[in-house]
C-alpha cells in the first residue's frame, strides 16, 4: 500500500511514517506534503491507496484542501487526523466520504487500528467474485447432495475459503441434514418471498452456519407449492452470494427446471456425478447433451465418478468412452464412513480424516482452488463465454 501525508506538522509526519514503516507489510510513503500546498507541485512517486490529511487549522480550508485531494485521488481512502472539537468539520468530512477519524494527540494504536480497518475495507473490495459451482445428480442416488455438503465443508476448512452451499431441490431437499443437526431460520422459498429485502445482512440471517467461513441456504422440507422460488429471484441470491463468498456450491439435484438452468447458466463449473452402470451413462449423456445445447463449454464440465470400485466390470475407461468426455474425479466407494457421516450430520472430513473419502475430497477441494483464476476474476466467466450459437 502506498500512502500520501499532508500535514504543516513534522512531529506529526514522522509519527504517521513510523507506524506506516512499522506495519507488515511496510506502507509506504510516497509523498509527504508540508502542508496543503497545491497539488500540482513536487514529484509523487505513486498514486496513494491512503491519505493521512491533518485537518488542523481553519476548517473551511481543510474542507477546501480535503475537497481537492480525495478529487484528486478518488480511489484513495483517507485517515483524517482532526482536533476533537470539531463535529462541523467531522460532518462535512463525513459527506465527502471520510470514514476514519484520529485525534490529537495522536494516538499509534488507534491510528493503526483505523489504517487495519481501511486496510480490511480494502481487500473486501477487492475480493474476487465467488466461483459458483454446480453439483448435478445424474440420477438419483448418485451422491451429488453428499458430495456437494461434504465439498463444501472441505473447502472452508481445509482451503480456508469462506463457502456458501446452497440447496436447488425444490422439493426435499436434504443438503443440510448432510453436516448438521440445525434448523434453519430460513429456507430458499422464505428468502425468495422477501426477496425485496435482500441484502448481505438477510442472506446471512438465514443460512445454517456450520462454521463462521461455511454457511448453508437450506431448501424447504416440503414443495413449493406457491412457487415462491423464481429463476430470477434465485439469480439475484447467487449474484449477491459471489460478492461475498470465494465459493457457492450448488447442490442442483437431478430435476431440470427453470431455476436449475438459471443457475447453472451462471455457473463457473459444472460437476455432473456419476457411478459405474449403464443407467449412468445413458443419463449422463442426455445431461452432457443438453449442455452443449445450451453452449456449455466442454472444459467447464467436470464428471465425478462417485463410489468408484476398481472391482467393477465397468471400468472408467468404458465409462469415458461411454460419456465421450473425460472423468475428471473418481471419489471412493466407502458405504460406512458415507453412511456414518449422513446418519450424525457430520462432515466426513470431522468424522474420518485419515479415510479414503476425505482424500477424495481433498484432491477435488485442490483442483477448484489452483484452478487458474484471473485477478480481476473474470477469466473464468470469459472462459465459460457460450459457443456461439447458430441461428439458422
Ligand atoms: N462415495 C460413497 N461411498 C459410499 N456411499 C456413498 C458415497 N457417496 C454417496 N453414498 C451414498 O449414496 C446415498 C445417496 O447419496 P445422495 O447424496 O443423497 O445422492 P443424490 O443427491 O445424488 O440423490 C447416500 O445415502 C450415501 O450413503
Ligand atoms: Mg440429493
Same mark, same amino acid.
Request: aromatic content about 4%; some cysteine; hydrophobic content about 45%.
Given at each position: 500500500?502506498?500512502?500520501?501525508?499532508?500535514?504543516?506538522?513534522?512531529?506529526?509526519?514522522?509519527?504517521?511514517?513510523?507506524?506506516?514503516?512499522?506495519?507488515?507489510?511496510?506502507?509506504?510513503?510516497?509523498?509527504?506534503?508540508?502542508?496543503?500546498?497545491?497539488?500540482?507541485?513536487?514529484?509523487?512517486?505513486?498514486?496513494?491507496?491512503?491519505?493521512?490529511?491533518?485537518?488542523?487549522?481553519?476548517?473551511?480550508?481543510?474542507?477546501?484542501?480535503?475537497?481537492?485531494?480525495?478529487?484528486?485521488?478518488?480511489?484513495?481512502?483517507?485517515?483524517?487526523?482532526?482536533?476533537?472539537?470539531?463535529?462541523?468539520?467531522?460532518?462535512?468530512?463525513?459527506?465527502?466520504?471520510?470514514?476514519?477519524?484520529?485525534?490529537?494527540?495522536?494516538?499509534?494504536?488507534?491510528?493503526?487500528?483505523?489504517?487495519?480497518?481501511?486496510?480490511?475495507?480494502?481487500?473486501?473490495?477487492?475480493?474476487?467474485?465467488?466461483?459458483?459451482?454446480?453439483?448435478?445428480?445424474?440420477?438419483?442416488?448418485?451422491?451429488?447432495?453428499?458430495?456437494?455438503?461434504?465439498?463444501?465443508?472441505?473447502?472452508?476448512?481445509?482451503?480456508?475459503?469462506?463457502?456458501?452451499?446452497?440447496?436447488?431441490?425444490?422439493?426435499?431437499?436434504?443438503?443440510?441434514?448432510?453436516?448438521?443437526?440445525?434448523?434453519?431460520?430460513?429456507?430458499?422459498?422464505?428468502?425468495?418471498?422477501?426477496?425485496? $429485502?435482500? !441484502?448481505?445482512?438477510?442472506?446471512?440471517? &438465514? *443460512?445454517?452456519?456450520?462454521?463462521? +467461513? /461455511?454457511?448453508? %441456504?437450506? @431448501?424447504?422440507?416440503?414443495?413449493?407449492?406457491?412457487?415462491?422460488? $423464481?429463476? !430470477?429471484?434465485?439469480?439475484?441470491?447467487? &449474484? *449477491?452470494?459471489?460478492?461475498?463468498? +470465494? /465459493?457457492?456450491? %450448488?447442490? @442442483?439435484?437431478?430435476?431440470?427446471?427453470?431455476?436449475?438452468?438459471?443457475?447453472? !447458466?451462471?455457473?463457473?463449473?459444472?460437476?455432473?456425478?456419476?457411478?459405474?452402470?449403464?443407467? /449412468?451413462?445413458?443419463?449422463?449423456?442426455?445431461?452432457?447433451?443438453?449442455?452443449?445445447?445450451?453452449?456449455?463449454?466442454?472444459?467447464?464440465?467436470?464428471?465425478?465418478?462417485?463410489?468408484?470400485?476398481?472391482?467393477?466390470?465397468?471400468?472408467?475407461?468404458?465409462?469415458?468412452?461411454?460419456?465421450?468426455?473425460?472423468?475428471?474425479?473418481?471419489?471412493?466407494?466407502?458405504?460406512?464412513?458415507?453412511?456414518?457421516?449422513?446418519?450424525?450430520?457430520?462432515?466426513?472430513?470431522?468424522?474420518?480424516?485419515?479415510?479414503?473419502?476425505?482424500?477424495?475430497?481433498?484432491?477435488?477441494?485442490?483442483?477448484?482452488?489452483?484452478?487458474?483464476?484471473?485477478?480481476?476474476?473474470?477469466?473464468?466467466?470469459?472462459?465459460?463465454?457460450?459457443?456461439?450459437?447458430?441461428?439458422?
Amino acid at each position: 500500500m502506498n500512502a500520501l501525508i499532508v500535514s504543516a506538522d513534522n512531529d506529526a509526519r514522522s509519527a504517521v511514517q513510523r507506524v506506516c514503516g512499522a506495519r507488515t507489510p511496510p506502507i509506504t510513503v510516497v509523498r509527504e506534503m508540508p502542508g496543503m500546498l497545491s497539488l500540482g507541485a513536487g514529484v509523487t512517486l505513486g498514486k496513494p491507496d491512503l491519505i493521512f490529511f491533518d485537518a488542523r487549522g481553519s476548517v473551511d480550508r481543510a474542507l477546501e484542501e480535503l475537497t481537492r485531494v480525495s478529487a484528486k485521488y478518488p480511489k484513495a481512502m483517507v485517515v483524517l487526523l482532526a482536533p476533537m472539537q470539531s463535529p462541523d468539520l467531522l460532518i462535512a468530512a463525513m459527506r465527502i466520504g471520510v470514514r476514519e477519524v484520529v485525534s490529537f494527540p495522536l494516538d499509534l494504536v488507534e491510528l493503526n487500528a483505523a489504517i487495519d480497518r481501511l486496510d480490511a475495507k480494502a481487500r473486501e473490495a477487492d475480493r474476487e467474485e465467488g466461483k459458483l459451482v454446480s453439483i448435478v445428480s445424474s440420477k438419483g442416488g448418485s451422491g451429488a447432495t453428499f458430495l456437494a455438503a461434504n465439498l463444501s465443508y472441505a473447502l472452508s476448512a481445509v482451503a480456508r475459503k469462506k463457502t456458501l452451499l446452497v440447496d436447488l431441490n425444490l422439493q426435499f431437499g436434504d443438503a443440510a441434514l448432510f453436516i448438521s443437526d440445525e434448523k434453519p431460520a430460513m429456507t430458499m422459498a422464505d428468502l425468495c418471498a422477501q426477496i425485496g $429485502r435482500l !441484502d448481505e445482512h438477510l442472506l446471512r440471517s &438465514a *443460512l445454517i452456519h456450520v462454521t463462521p +467461513d /461455511f454457511g448453508v %441456504l437450506a @431448501a424447504s422440507p416440503n414443495a413449493d407449492p406457491d412457487d415462491r422460488v $423464481r429463476p !430470477d429471484h434465485v439469480a439475484a441470491i447467487l &449474484a *449477491l452470494a459471489r460478492q461475498h463468498y +470465494d /465459493f457457492i456450491l %450448488l447442490d @442442483a439435484g437431478r430435476q431440470v427446471n427453470a431455476v436449475t438452468i438459471r443457475a447453472m !447458466d451462471a455457473s463457473d463449473l459444472i460437476m455432473p456425478v456419476l457411478q459405474q452402470s449403464l443407467p /449412468f451413462i445413458r443419463n449422463g449423456q442426455r445431461m452432457l447433451d443438453m449442455y452443449a445445447t445450451l453452449g456449455y463449454r466442454k472444459d467447464n464440465i467436470r464428471q465425478i465418478l462417485n463410489r468408484h470400485d476398481d472391482a467393477n466390470p465397468i471400468t472408467r475407461a468404458d465409462m469415458e468412452r461411454g460419456l465421450g468426455h473425460r472423468i475428471a474425479h473418481l471419489m471412493p466407494n466407502n458405504f460406512e464412513v458415507a453412511n456414518e457421516s449422513i446418519n450424525q450430520g457430520e462432515p466426513v472430513l470431522r468424522l474420518a480424516r485419515g479415510s479414503n473419502l476425505s482424500k477424495g475430497l481433498i484432491d477435488i477441494v485442490r483442483s477448484l482452488t489452483e484452478s487458474p483464476v484471473s485477478h480481476s476474476g473474470s477469466i473464468i466467466r470469459r472462459l465459460f463465454a457460450r459457443n456461439p450459437v447458430p441461428t439458422h
